[in-house]
C-alpha cells in the first residue's frame, strides 16, 4: 500500500525516544496561541487525502468498535515511525505539522488515527477529521493548548467518551502507585504557546499502575484491543509509551505499536517487550466502550 501525502516540518514534544510529551526543544516563534480555534471545515482537506482514508476505512467490517479499532490497527502495520508527525495544520500555533498523516506514526498517532478511522463514516468526508480531533483535543476543539499533551493529565479523561480505564479491574490485587508532578503551563511556554491560567498550572498527581512483573497474573483479563499505556521512571511524566494488545489463540498476548526501536509500526510479544524496557515498569489499561460513537458537539 503506498500512501503519498503532504509533510511538512516537524516539531518535537517527545522525550528521548518515547512518544509522550515531557521536557521540549523550544517551539518557534511563528506564533502564540492563547485560545482554542474552531475546528478547520473538511474541505480544506485535499481530496487525495480524503479518498484514501475513505478507501481505508472500506476494509473495516466489524460492527463492535474495539474490533474495529483492531482491524484500522493492522491497515497501518509497517508504516514507518516518525516522532511528532501531526499538528495543527491550517488552524495555525506554534505547530504546523498536517492535522493528520496516513504515511507516518509515532505510538500516540498510531492509536488516534486508528481509532479515528474506527469511528469516521465512510459516506461522511469530514468525518475522520472530525473523530480525529475528537479524539486529540479537548471537546474537539483544534489548538496547541487543548492538545492532549499528557496522557494522564489530559488524553485519558479528555477520552472518557471513548474509552474506560479499566487498569484497576484488569490489575486487582497487584497494583503499584506513582506520583507526579505534571507541569502543563511550563510545557507550553516553552513550546510557544501562552497556557491558561488556573486549567494548565502545575499539578501533583498520583496513578495506580500494573506492573510489569505481574503480567502473567493479568494476562487472562486483558482483551483484543485494549490500549496499553506504559508508565515510565522519567520525572514530570506517567506514560512513555502507548499501544495495544492482542490476545492470541494460545493465550499469548501481542503487543501492537509504532516502535522508535524498529522504525515501524509492527507486533511483538509483550511479554518480551516488558522484559527489555526497565524503565517502563508497568502499565495502564484502556478499554474502548462498547456503544463507543462520536461525542455530541457541544455548544
Known amino acids: 500500500m503506498r500512501l ?12 528521548a525516544a518515547a512518544c509522550a510529551p515531557g521536557p521540549a526543544p523550544r517551539a518557534s516563534s511563528s506564533g502564540v496561541e492563547s485560545a482554542a480555534q474552531t475546528v478547520v471545515p473538511a474541505e480544506t482537506t485535499a481530496p487525495a487525502e480524503i479518498a484514501e482514508w475513505q478507501r481505508l476505512a472500506g476494509f473495516l467490517k ?13 491497515l497501518f502495520l509497517r508504516v514507518p515511525y516518525h516522532n511528532g508527525p501531526l499538528g ?13 498523516d496516513l504515511e507516518r506514526a509515532d505510538c500516540v498517532t498510531y492509536l488516534e488515527q486508528s481509532l479515528a478511522l474506527a ?9 475522520f477529521l472530525a473523530a ?14 487543548t492538545r492532549s499533551h499528557y496522557m494522564v493529565r489530559d488524553w485519558i479523561p479528555a477520552n472518557d467518551w471513548l474509552l474506560e480505564d479499566v487498569t484497576a479491574q484488569v490489575g486487582a490485587g497487584h497494583l503499584e502507585s506513582v506520583e507526579r508532578t505534571i507541569d502543563r503551563a511550563t510545557f507550553l511556554r516553552d513550546n510557544g504557546a501562552e497556557p491558561r491560567p488556573g486549567v494548565d498550572d502545575a499539578r501533583d498527581m498520583a496513578v495506580e499502575y500494573i506492573p510489569s512483573a505481574a ?13 496499553i499505556f506504559w508508565i515510565g521512571n522519567v520525572e514530570g511524566i506517567f506514560v512513555l509509551h502507548t499501544g495495544l494488545v492482542r490476545v ?18 509492527l507486533d511483538e510479544s509483550m511479554a518480551k ?5 526497565g524503565k517502563m515498569p508497568g502499565f495502564l489499561v484502556l478499554r474502548i466502550r462498547p456503544d463507543a460513537a462520536m461525542p455530541p458537539v457541544r455548544d
Request: proline letters at 6%; aromatic letters at 8%; zero cysteines.
Open 62 to 74: 466489524s460492527e463492535d468498535p474495539a474490533t474495529r479499532f483492531v482491524e484500522a490497527t493492522t
Open 119 to 127: 469511528l469516521a463514516d465512510p459516506a461522511d468526508p469530514g468525518s
Open 248 to 265: 492470541q489463540a494460545d493465550g499469548g498476548l501481542t503487543f501492537r505499536h509504532a516502535s522508535s526501536r524498529a522504525r515501524k509500526a
Open 4 to 15: 503519498t501525502f503532504r509533510r511538512t516540518a516537524f516539531l518535537s514534544i517527545a522525550v
Open 273 to 277: 517487550y516488558a522484559a527489555r524496557n
Open 132 to 145: 480525529l480531533d475528537a479524539v486529540r483535543y479537548r471537546d474537539g476543539e483544534v489548538s496547541y493548548v
Open 215 to 227: 503480567l502473567n497474573e493479568v494476562a487472562a483479563e486483558l482483551r483484543t484491543g485494549d490500549l
Open 88 to 100: 495543527e495544520g491550517d488552524a495555525g500555533g506554534p505547530d504546523p505539522d498536517p492535522r493528520f
